[in-house]
């Protein structure tokens, strides 16, 4: 290499070195959402064999949605058991609360745990999968997500979560005979920006 040659290489490189590298974006802060009880619902159905579909809401309802665009999203709900109100014949309400189903003296909480997922999930909707802890199990679900518009910057949106479950698999398996194994579950929790107060 000539010394005319090697001043041109020493210049550019040592221009090149000097450039700052390129730095990736920072992430986007986590976001919190938070369920608005007052204005949220869980639902479920039970289908005895002989008589119409009976069912019941919860009214203390709580969890919140966490994350980013960039990492997905996560969303958590808390029910409280206790604050059931049943829609059907009164005996079918305490067999609802016995030991039998629900037991709400020993477990007063069902939970559901998303995956993450991602913006979207959350706008077209579509399979949302986690998992459901009832009677103190908790076993993988695999529920569907209704399209939703939860983005900034919205003050308010609203989740609805359909699905289906096998009672067995929570440990309730009185009433074989007079009672299907499927429970239909839905919640519509209406979410607020912040976390709770």
């Known amino acids: 290499m000539s010394g005319r040659q090697g001043l041109v ?3 550019l490189f040592g221009a090149s070195s000097a450039l700052p590298a390129a730095q990736p974006s920072p992430p986007m802060p986590a976001q919190v959402w938070t369920i608005d009880g007052p204005a949220s619902v869980a639902q479920f159905w039970t289908h005895p064999r002989l008589l119409p579909k009976s069912g019941g809401r919860f009214r203390q309802v709580q969890g919140e949605l966490q994350g980013s665009p960039q990492t997905g999203w996560q969303v958590q ?3 409280d058991t206790r604050s059931l109100q ?3 014949p009164g005996w079918m ?3 609802t609360r016995s030991n039998a189903f629900l037991a709400i003296e020993r477990f007063p909480e069902i939970r ?3 995956g993450r997922f991602g ?3 959350m706008q077209e909707g579509g399979a949302l999968h986690g998992e459901l802890s009832l009677r103190g199990q908790t076993r993988p679900v695999v ?3 209704k399209p939703g518009a939860c983005r900034p910057p919205a003050t308010e949106c609203l989740l609805q ?3 289906r479950v096998n009672r067995h698999n929570f440990g309730m398996s009185a009433y074989r005979l007079t009672l299907r194994d499927d429970v239909d579950i839905e919640l519509q929790v209406r979410l607020r920006p912040g976390p709770h107060p």
């Open 9 to 11: 290489f020493c210049l």
């Open 77 to 79: 709900v808390r029910i």
């Open 86 to 88: 049943f829609q059907g």
């Open 93 to 95: 309400e305490r067999l």
């Open 112 to 114: 559901f745990q998303s």
């Open 119 to 121: 913006d979207a999930l």
């Open 143 to 145: 529920f569907t997500l």
């Open 161 to 163: 979560v359909s699905g």
